[in-house]
């Protein structure tokens, strides 16, 4: 037998194909046309575009929340998006973390992070309490785990956005502008958290975290994210290492770097 | 002077504009009206769907809702039944026996009135009404809040239907809310009118105005009173939670969402007494 045919190229994690995406509010907009790209798993990814380009509905629709407006993309091998029941086991793969969180308004942040556990999973109560109080302490949210969502500051309920998507221990986390409003202290920690998450981390069982990320200053994310793209005026363009984003003459890339 | 005569002349709109102008606003109305019969006869199948679909999935965290639902279209409202109880029975009383004592059948036809009055129309009708007014409305504000902080996304990315997790629980409990609350006002109207019949002198025995009740009773009023309060229920849920949920609003938008939703929903459970109304005229 070849050396050759030994080699298996790995499932990307997602991959889009001519995919458009259209806004969520008016789905006859399209933010953004024609994106083909691909991440594979392990891979850390930001995804830099300036303020309303549309981050937000990229993203939801590469979650599978929206649906596309043309092309195609698939998660782990398998088309998207997933809205079967039967299908659903694979879907919940994928975790997402909204910029502010996102949280249920009516349960308390504990019951949050509580209730993809308790839909999903068969755990008993005693161990989704325990699961629960391991992710709190991951994010230092205990003190506020029996708050409501409106009586904890922006950053924090960031953070538990964060705790309820790694519930599930998914295999690929996608993250709308983790750091916008966060002072300097709580971007410290995001980072160095993603860090160990892309690295693998216990909360997930050791295995690495495939992570996207989008951002509308790229700068933080330098030493961190392996991988660059930029969505600018409806174009996705993918830039690759660090070393191709200094290399980049795109006055777009420019502009997210500040310079 | 004369230009500005033969202006005033030529400024009222002549008849066959008038009329089209009538025209125009009427098929508008009926346009927007079967739109909205539309939207809201999807999602009420959507909601069935899902009903019977995910009836036992993730019941712990369903139940749990439905249970808090009941509680706040049904247990929370009781001491305002109460009072609704004892008003209504004062009311139908009340001018009941002003006009039968005229012709001196007061004690003769109390009870058959209030089986006609209460039980068949007033008790689900009145009980529909004050559950769409505390609890229909915090519905719609609820769930418009939810739509316009993403609460709905954030449930469709963590793979949890929000159909399942916001309406059902909703719809069951005001269902259930709507039927308990109608027999419990029922009861209380029944029992305050006797009341007020004594306080009128009225020389009738509990035991004949238990009579008249029970003799005017039929099993036939027993089903459709049960299917009449679940249907008003599941309607103003539905009406309610399509307002609050199925279309994305901006904060600004919810008090507009918020009276649409009465105003279908009151029409909606009139339009359905009637359809009862001919049933008891025609079994």
């Known amino acids: 037998m070849s050396a050759s045919a030994t080699i298996t190229t790995p499932t990307p994690a997602l991959e889009m194909r001519g995919l458009a995406v259209a806004s969520m509010k008016n789905p006859n907009i399209t933010m953004a046309a024609d994106v083909n790209w691909t991440v594979n798993p392990g891979e ?147 980072l160095g958290l993603l860090d160990e998450l892309s690295r693998g981390h216990r909360i997930l069982g050791g295995q690495p975290l495939t992570l996207v990320a989008t951002a509308d200053d790229l700068r933080p994310w330098r030493k961190h994210a392996s991988h660059v793209a930029c969505l600018h005026k409806r174009q996705f363009l993918v830039l690759g290492d660090w070393d191709a984003v200094d290399d980049s003459s795109e006055p777009a890339v420019k502009e997210l770097l500040q310079e | 002077m004369q230009e500005a005569e033969t202006t005033m002349l030529a400024a009222p709109p002549p008849r066959a504009g008038l009329g089209r102008f009538y025209t125009d606003l009427i098929g508008r109305r009926v346009f927007k009206f079967l739109i909205a019969l539309h939207g809201v006869g999807a999602f009420a199948l959507i909601t069935f769907g899902v009903m019977l679909r995910k009836f036992s999935v993730a019941r712990s965290v369903v139940r749990p809702l439905i249970a808090r639902e009941i509680s706040r279209a049904g247990v929370k409202l009781m001491p305002m039944f109460l009072f609704a109880a004892l008003a209504l029975g004062f009311l139908v009383i009340g001018q009941t026996v002003s006009l039968l004592t005229r012709v001196g059948a007061a004690n003769n036809y109390l009870g058959s009135i209030m089986v006609l009055v209460v039980v068949r129309e007033l008790g689900p009708l009145l009980t529909a009404f004050l559950v769409l007014a505390r609890v229909g409305t915090a519905n719609v504000v609820e769930l418009g809040t939810a739509r316009a902080m993403g609460e709905v996304e954030s449930l469709e990315a963590l793979g949890i239907d929000p159909v399942h997790y916001f309406v059902v629980p909703r719809v069951i409990g005001m269902a259930v809310g709507i039927f308990a609350l109608t027999i419990y006002l029922i009861l209380g109207t029944l029992g305050s009118g006797y009341l007020w019949a004594f306080v009128q002198d009225v020389p009738i025995q509990p035991g004949d105005y238990f009579n008249q009740l029970a003799g005017a009773l039929t099993y036939m009023d027993f089903i459709l009173l049960a299917l009449k309060t679940v249907a008003f229920g599941f309607i103003i849920a539905i009406v309610t939670c399509y307002h609050g949920l199925a279309q994305p609003l901006q904060l600004d938008q919810i008090s507009r969402a918020t009276v649409r939703a009465v105003g279908q929903s009151v029409i909606a459970c009139v339009a359905l007494d009637a359809l009862f109304i001919i049933a008891y005229l025609t079994i």
């Not at chain 1, 698939?74 to 998006?81: E, K, R, T």
């Not at chain 1, 161990?127 to 992710?135: K, S």
């Not at chain 1, 205990?142 to 309820?164: E, F, K």
């Open chain 1, 44 to 190: 850390f990814w930001v995804v830099g575009a300036p303020q309303n380009s549309g981050k937000s509905d990229f993203l939801m629709t590469a979650g599978g929340i929206m649906s596309p407006a043309a092309g195609e993309f698939s998660f782990l091998g398998q088309p998207m998006p997933i809205f079967e029941e039967s299908r659903m086991a694979h879907r919940l793969k994928l975790g997402f973390v909204f910029d502010g969180g996102q949280l249920v308004g009516s349960l308390t942040v504990a019951e949050n992070l509580a209730l993809p556990l308790r839909y999903h999973s068969r755990l008993s109560a005693d161990d989704i309490e325990a699961r629960v109080t391991e992710l709190l302490e991951l994010t230092e949210l205990m003190p506020w785990a029996n708050r409501t969502p409106a009586n904890v500051t922006r950053s924090w309920r960031q953070r538990a956005g964060l705790a309820r998507a790694l519930a599930l221990t998914p295999e690929v986390l996608l993250l709308d502008s983790p750091l916008t409003g966060l002072d300097l202290r709580h971007m410290v920690w995001w």
